[in-house]
């Protein structure tokens, strides 16, 4: 027994590494969802210039009860004075877009994915945070030191991806999320080619960097896979409650046995899976962690943007107010879909690296005084021009989505958000690679400089498509 608990320790490490650095970092998301709000906020100027592309020509004019950057401005606005008092943000416009920012951040924290040792033994069976599962309260002091006091590495960011290097899942979604176990031969092949030939090292030759590092990490642990499954919500003991008489046991129940708080099968796989499959498929699929298919971040943005509507995709979801502002928020964490290791699903290539650096990059430039030349632009590079650029891609989704839109029926459904959505997550695949293996500041600056504006032009319009389902209110805001 003591061999299996060492090997599933090792199995949890290996997990606990690759999951802790998951998302753009906190500020990032941040600073994209405020971004977006800005950018809505500024439509006078974007509006009346004189050189407006497809995109803003589009969004400028409010016919057809189409929701235009004007009219979104005002609903958003309305949304806003919703707030309660005690509330960070305030009552305000700008305190809707700190809101909505800080719920774009505490989807990565939430507790609502767990993952448990089948085999029950002396360790605490059942654990959102992957160092709780590890070592529990014995020695917390080294694992805080490990992963920082108070962190939450969490695997609810295991819904955080989308694979664009492979076709559909078992589930029929046609780009799925992440999985442990997959390594497609010919990358396999590449890898090798790589170590004897770093000539390979190229944008053709070189994007097999993605899975090389799981290989090492996680292979070993192919023959332990089955000892671990998602949570689902059943009361698990300790090993030596079950060494006790049977009649004694009912002592020793509180101390030794334990439910989890949350059915994280029975509930965070069943929304997220939308109405693709169905749950006979999770119990099978979510039994065996390092070949489970997770959702795509797609399904993700999908349901909380369902919730915010008021519709959970089958049936009418009253949400409050104060709801509706987190699930859109929850929502606005779409912005990993311009993150390149989310999308060529890679848990290493300096994921965690890229992802700080990012943050670094866009707190100086928020800074008049800023002076690290290693951060610095073209003179000519303008925030809001870029994201006016990348609007452009996505208006044949948007004008699709008002189109299809019926106003005395408004209900989003599973598939309204993917053309949207994978256009943003192809974009990264087709065009953020090299950070995969170029660390220098030039390669990072140059796709930084890119992908973060795309990044705010697709929360954008997400917040529009948000305001389709808001209440109509005049241009006076009355």
């Known amino acids: 027994m003591k061999q299996i608990h060492f090997k599933s320790i090792l199995l949890f490490i290996a997990l606990s590494f690759n999951i802790n650095g998951f998302a753009y970092d906190d500020e990032s998301h941040r600073y994209i969802v405020k971004s977006a709000m800005e950018y809505i906020k500024n439509y006078p100027d974007l509006c009346d210039a004189d050189n407006k592309n497809t995109a803003l020509t589009f969004l400028c004019e409010t016919q057809n009860n189409r929701i235009s950057l004007e009219s979104a401005y005002q609903k958003l606005s309305v949304l806003g004075e919703y707030q309660s008092a005690d509330n960070s943000g305030g009552q305000t ?11 774009a951040v505490a989807i990565d924290y939430r507790e609502d994915t767990s993952i448990c040792f089948k085999t029950d033994g002396p360790l605490r069976v059942c654990k959102y ?76 030759d070189g994007l097999l960097f993605r899975k090389r590092s799981e290989f090492i990490l996680t292979a070993g642990a192919l023959p332990l896979s089955s000892m671990f499954e998602l949570d689902n919500g059943k009361e698990h003991c300790f090993l030596f409650f079950y060494l006790w008489p049977e009649w004694f046991r009912w002592l020793l129940k509180a101390s030794m046995c334990s439910k ?19 749950s006979d498929m999770d119990q099978e699929n979510y039994s065996n962690i390092y070949t489970a298919e997770w959702q795509p971040i797609s399904n993700l943005i999908t349901y909380w943007m369902q919730r915010f509507t008021g519709y959970d995709g089958e049936n009418e979801a009253e949400s409050t107010e104060a709801e509706k502002i987190k699930h859109l928020g929850y929502a606005l964490h779409a912005a990993d879909l311009l993150q390149p290791h989310h999308t060529w699903v890679t ?56 189109g299809d839109f019926n106003h005395n029926n408004p209900n989003l459904y599973d598939k309204d958000l993917l053309p949207l959505l994978e256009t943003a997550g192809g974009y990264s695949y087709a065009n ?9 500041d030039s390669t990072r600056l140059e796709i930084a400089a890119d992908l973060i504006p795309n990044a705010i032009a697709l929360t954008v319009y997400l917040l529009v498509i948000a305001a389709h389902f808001l209440p109509d209110t005049d241009m006076n805001g009355d």
């Not at 390594?183 to 190229?202: G, I, Y």
């Not at 989890?260 to 169905?278: F, I, M, Q, V």
């Not at 994201?387 to 989704?397: A, T, V, W």
């Open 93 to 103: 416009y700008e305190g809707l877009a700190t809101s909505l920012a800080n719920h």
């Open 129 to 204: 945070r992957p160092y709780d599962a590890l070592l529990d309260n014995v020695s917390r002091g080294i694992v805080d030191y490990i992963f920082g006091e108070g962190g939450q590495s969490s695997f609810t960011s295991v819904w955080h991806y989308q694979d664009y290097t492979r076709g559909p899942d078992s589930y029929h979604n046609r780009y799925g999320g992440l999985q442990f176990s997959y390594f497609d031969e010919t990358e396999l092949v590449r890898w090798q080619k790589m170590l004897t030939d770093p000539s390979a090292n190229t944008l053709e």
């Open 260 to 278: 989890p708080s949350h059915d994280s099968l029975g509930t965070t796989a069943e929304h997220y899976r939308l109405s693709y499959g169905n």
């Open 347 to 402: 848990l290493v290539d300096d994921h965690s690296g890229w992802e700080t650096w990012t943050g670094e990059w866009l707190e100086c430039y928020g800074e008049t005084d800023c002076d690290e030349s290693r951060f610095e632009l073209s003179a000519d590079f303008d925030l809001q021009e870029k994201i006016s650029d990348h609007m452009d891609p996505y208006i044949k989704n948007y004008q699709k989505f008002t």
């Open 432 to 440: 953020g690679a090299a950070i995969l293996w170029d660390y220098s």
